[in-house]
């Protein structure tokens, strides 16, 4: 087995993400019972809710629309009323697309300026907004939605629950079931592993400080939102500064999870999948020295492990391009070799080689892991859509073929995005690394 150096590398790569295979199995097995809030029923109170959603262009983006009828439909089915939709927005004609659409359209003036960038410097504007028109109480509570977000009566109801607790910031899962046969079919398959990674989110959020943060299925506390604000300078990830300083300010208690579903849609196509990940990893990255320590190193290993992914997938698909392609080429040589190997078995008795063993144990348990996380991902998408049970099927049985195409396709904006991240650092280092903020389909 040792004297591949194929195998060698490839297994070294696997063996890295052993702490978190085992992590992540853990996580489901422990929030499953609150991933989702099942025990939804009439909320004892009708706190007042503002339904943000956060756009570059409503007119541009017509699934802005849906998002807010999905509020509407789902609130008056549940019979609550006490909320408001506030659209906030850079384009000045959403105050004529959405005309009528019983919403408010905050249109950021675009001589607004502050110690934020792209949607960190709308959401500041939407605070200074709520601000002006005394909303920022204990009263109101904000919860944050994207451009395609959709909303479901369990999640309105998930919320009112929410606001009934001490905690001030809290969190959901979002699946990923709309546009999904319109998307590319790689991205949308590749989109499965998100749901099965909000698994821990429900720990991130429950223990804080959370190493990550939605932007979108975020219910907080208007007038906390006001205390922290939105200026954390140049940072593609303003969402994941947000979580960390609810925390600094008020504490472990302070956050927790609703458990209310949001559905949202996968990337239409490959370079949307590539720069929303991207984003991710860089924005993360200009965030690492504004933490503490120890909140740093466990960011810079997750990031590492990330990229140690598409290292593990290209090793592992040389390993078997290099070990499988010959013998498909020659079926006479595969054959004589299977018949050469059966002989040896019969003539010598089996070396055990208890090393061996191990090693292999562990990286099939890995092998399953990560197999299982797409497959579990993949049923929390489709179980939110109209997509037939053959069809279902027929994309858990593609998704297993393409398992090793997907992971690369996944990890490989974090291996780009980490060495673009330090060749630029150090090819600017007085520059602040804000780079390009690519606008995705939606």
Known sequence: MFDNIAIIVAMFFWLSYVPIAI????????NRKVFVEKQVGRARTSAPIIFQITT?????????????ESILKSAHKVGY?????????DDPDDTRTLKGMKCEVIVVDKAFQTDAIRKGRALQYAVEHRRRTKKNSEKYWVFHMDDESYVTPQTVLALLQATERDEVASEGPIFYPLKFESANRLTALAESIRPFACYDCVSQMTNPPPLHMHGS??????????AIEWKFGP??????????????????????????????QPPLNIKDHFFQRR???????????????WHRFKLLYKSITYFLGFASAVASTAFAAYNYIPALL???????????TLAM????????????IGIGAVLLFTSLVWLSSYQLGLYLNLRYSDISWKKRAKYHFQTLILCPIIGLVETFPAFWAMIEYNVKKKSEPAKAPVYDFYVVTK
């Open 23 to 30: 992590l992540s199995l853990y996580r489901v097995i422990s």
């Open 56 to 68: 570059r262009s409503a007119t541009k983006t017509h699934v802005v629309k849906r998002g807010i």
């Open 81 to 89: 009323y006490n909320y408001q939709v506030s659209v906030v927005t």
């Open 217 to 226: 299925n975020l219910l907080v506390r208007s007038d906390v939102e006001d």
């Open 235 to 264: 940072t593609l990830a303003e969402d994941q500064m947000f979580g960390y300083k609810i925390y600094e300010k008020y504490g472990p208690g302070s956050m927790g999870w609703h458990g209310g579903a949001l559905l949202e």
């Open 279 to 293: 984003r991710w990893v860089l924005g993360t990255l200009q965030n690492g020295n504004k933490f503490p320590m």
């Open 330 to 340: 020659s079926p006479s040589t595969y054959v004589s070799d299977i018949e050469e």
């Open 345 to 356: 078995f019969t003539l010598q008795p089996a070396v055990i080689d208890p090393v061996e």
